[in-house]
T-cell receptor, first 113, second 114 residues
């Protein structure tokens, strides 16, 4: 199993550009989520999904969209990039309820100029 | 709303010395508690978790954490650290208002020196 994969690993955008961060898992996990990691702030939840066709907002959803058309994929879209979205983005998945272990991808480092 | 406070942003320690990484949380409901570890340039990995039962939980690599409900703490300890323990450690609680997704503390960078 590849686990949780994320592409790209690195990305530089200009303010106002849009892009999609890809996340896929091959463990048949129902739960998937996106976090952003900023120095001193830990990880903050952006959006999450408890199954295909179901998504909900986390702590910091503004400026991001998600969809979950399949169990395997959970892309994160930046609609109009801003410098405040410069961060490291992690996708995670877990089986059933998240008192089960969450498996994290390797992260995408995004810089917005 | 949940919140997690990790009291130390950095903890330098010499190899083979004991270490404690402190974590306090606030929540109006019962929660599940976790410690995750992030090695350089990697994603997070689960270190240990408390769900219920014994308040002392252990990991396979010698770390342990004790759930203290009265002090709302979940401190992580290791009696003797190794260079390979150098990493960032995150305490987290489950959030029942967000599908039991995790609320993380700010992280503690453990730096083990030879």
């Amino acid at each position: 199993n590849a686990g949780v994969t994320q592409t790209p690993k690195f990305q530089v955008l200009k303010t106002g550009q849009s892009m999609t961060l890809q996340c896929a898992q091959d463990m048949n996990h129902e739960y998937m989520s996106w976090y952003r990691q900023d120095p001193g702030m830990g990880l903050r939840l952006i959006h999450y999904s408890v199954g295909a066709g179901i998504t909900d907002q986390g702590e910091v959803p503004n400026g991001y969209n998600v969809s979950r058309s399949t169990t395997e994929d959970f892309p994160l879209r930046l609609l109009s990039a801003a410098p405040s979205q410069t961060s490291v983005y992690f996708c995670a998945s877990s089986k059933g309820n998240t008192y089960n272990e969450q498996f994290f991808g390797p992260g995408t480092r995004l810089t917005v100029l | 709303a949940q919140s997690v406070t990790q009291l130390d942003s950095q903890v330098p320690v010499f190899e083979e010395a004991p270490v404690e990484l402190r974590c306090n949380y606030s929540s109006s409901v019962s929660v599940y508690l976790f410690w995750y570890v992030q090695y350089p340039n990697q994603g997070l990995q689960l270190l240990l978790k408390y769900l219920s039962g014994s308040t002392l939980v252990e990991s396979i690599n010698g770390f342990e954490a004790e759930f203290n409900k009265s002090q709302t703490s979940f401190h992580l300890r290791k009696p003797s650290v190794h260079i390979s323990d150098t990493a960032e450690y995150f305490c987290a609680v489950s959030d029942p208002n967000a599908g039991n997704m995790l609320t993380f503390g700010g992280g503690t960078r453990l730096m083990v020196k030879p």
